[in-house]
């Protein structure tokens, strides 16, 4: 007997692992070893991922408007491989809203969710909006002018509820708009409640598999084909996460995460856009405004959650196979194109452009404190009084006449006593115009 | 039906998943070990900082000055105050020492009667050029990178390690 064969039997006499993983982990697979199975894996691997990245991430992130910006640069550009522990972070969060949604698909075309495996299904409706209440409240964590303003709008889609809609943000917000409690209650939410629910959800849906057993598949010829959880349907949950896990580091050197600017509350013309995976929602509040807005913010996604998680008790068509279920496929097929055609349109139209920069706005505001512009002006009500207050004022000039009048202002409007501000370059005199315009 | 498995069949899976999974757990182990190891390796920064004006220090008269020195440390810079020996040589040159005797790590001091900086602890003493003399101390007294700026002198701190005769940042 060799010495690794005598510490695993010590251990073996002692805890029974093997007698106790047995029915587990050779149990046979009705349909055998598929890479279609191996997708309900692979999100469990995901999730280690960030649960692992992210311990790693909190080794150096500081959860304060102060500091966090600076804390998660520091690690994206000078803790060793911090672009790569990030880069995981990110691109993994992106590849588990994939690999849920995926799972999700193939569980509905298999006809997973009919009795007995209601329970299954439920549960893993939750886990997915789980993981979507990762990607939403992870995303303000950078603390940069995509992640404010991202939840600026995110945040506010609650408060179109009737009645309570106010009382929903400030609550979600942690006061009435977005700031430093904020970001202390989404990093809370973030990195101790989702964790600790997805672990318990989770546990549950995994445990219910092993009572119910996954489903075989439709076609009968195919169904008697069984092979044993381990090897074989391991090695393929293996080959699926070595690939994912090139890939992911692939993107994390080829497409470092992003992070722009620190967050500004003050400037008013960047133009938020949420991750690619909420396009859906952002695209969809385009088709609903004024009344109906609260059609794309609330009916449309709550309907469609309950809905989903209804969906083993109204489905009553016992049949697994797809051509027996043509309205059920009908659903997800437009539920997918749905999906993938708001999405495209969303990343289609709303590229940022046209607008001015964010760079040169801030440029603007610098110029404007340098040139004591506010002892004459206000903004917001803070300033002097002696000219008109900007934010009113910039509404109703063009840029050309705006530019023209920091040159000239007697020319532009008689009488003025405003100096004569011709000696700034083309480029400050833009800055300070777009910065204007930014106040409207 | 059961598919039929060969013993050498699961045997080479097995060895397959092994293999994948400890590739997979060494792309893991070396970039999150070098990251937790890299930051807490890094000597600390110190900025180049204003100590005082160059007419402020007598030739061959030591002075120990105490300044505001930037100190990098992670993402945040923080504001610290340091010391040190500055020298003006007869040829209008500075040195710079460290306040820090190289033996343990006492403060030590100039004694202008003797013409020897003397550190308290465990006596070891060195002549105004940093030269040990006497005493345990295991080298000369550390020198600190100096420019000269506008009449100004600057200083990078820094700290080595003790009780070595190299002298090595710590």
Known sequence: ?440 | MTENFSDSRRKFLGYAIAGMGGAVALGYAIPLIQYLVGPAMAPQEDSWSLVCGAQDVPVNDPKSITFVSNVKSGWQTKRVQRDVWVVKKPDGSYTVFSPVCPHLGCAYNWNGQERRFICPCHGSVYTITGKVVAGPAPRPLDTLPVKIENGNIYVKYEKFRLGIPEKVLA
Not at chain 1, 25 to 50: C, E, I, T
Not at chain 1, 229 to 247: A, E, N, T
Not at chain 1, 375 to 393: A, T, W
Request: glycine share 8%.
């Open chain 1, 1 to 440: 007997m060799t010495q690794t064969s005598k510490v695993r039997s010590w251990f073996e006499e002692r805890l029974g692992l093997s007698r106790l993983m047995a029915p587990l982990m050779y149990k046979p697979l009705s349909g055998g070893a598929r890479y279609q199975f191996s997708v309900g894996s692979l999100n469990l691997l995901l999730f280690v991922n960030q649960v692992l990245t992210g311990i790693f991430l909190m080794i150096y992130y500081v959860n304060s408007p102060d500091h966090a910006y600076d804390a998660v640069k520091y690690i994206q550009r000078q803790v060793d491989f911090g672009y790569l522990v990030r880069g995981l972070h990110y691109w993994g969060a992106s590849a588990m809203v994939v690999s849920v949604m995926l799972h999700v698909i193939r569980v509905f075309v298999y006809g997973a969710y009919k009795k007995p495996r209601e329970i299954m299904w439920v549960s893993g409706t939750l886990l997915m909006l789980l993981v979507l209440g990762f990607a939403f409240t992870g995303y303000l964590l950078p603390w940069d002018q995509k992640a404010y303003w991202a939840t600026v709008v995110g945040t506010s889609i609650p408060g179109t509820t009737p009645v309570i809609g106010d009382s929903l943000v400030r609550l979600i917000r942690g006061g009435i708009s977005v700031s430093n409690l904020t970001l202390t209650r989404f990093f809370a939410i973030h990195v101790e409640v989702l964790p600790w629910l997805l672990v318990i959800l989770a546990g549950a849906h995994l445990t219910v598999l092993q009572i119910v057993d996954h489903t075989p598949p439709w076609n009968p010829e195919k169904a008697k084909i069984e092979a044993p959880f381990y090897p074989d349907q391991v090695f393929k949950d293996m080959v699926l996460f070595l690939l994912v896990f090139v890939g992911l580091v692939a993107l994390a050197n080829l497409h470092p995460a992003p992070l722009g600017s620190v967050a500004d509350p003050t400037v008013k013309t960047y133009v938020p856009r949420p991750e690619w995976y909420f396009f859906f929602l952002f695209q969809l509040l385009k088709f609903f405004q004024g009344p109906y807005e609260i059609v794309g913010t609330m009916v449309l996604p709550t309907l469609f959650i309950v809905l989903m998680l209804l969906l083993p008790f109204y489905d009553r068509n016992p049949a697994l196979a797809p051509k027996k279920r043509p309205v059920a496929m009908a659903c997800i097929g437009i539920c997918v194109v749905g999906y993938i055609t708001l999405t495209a349109m969303a990343a289609l139209s709303g590229k940022p452009g046209g607008g001015p920069s964010t760079v040169s706005v801030s440029k603007g505001k610098l110029l404007f404190a340098q040139l004591h512009c506010d002892s004459c002006h206000s903004i917001n009500g803070v300033g002097g009084q002696v000219g008109p207050p900007l934010d009113k004022e910039a509404e109703k000039r063009t840029r050309e006449w705006l530019i023209a009048h920091f040159k000239d202002p007697q020319k532009m409007s008689p009488g003025s006593i405003m100096p004569k501000f011709n000696y700034l370059t083309k480029e400050q005199l833009s800055e300070l115009t777009d910065y204007m315009q930014s106040l409207k």
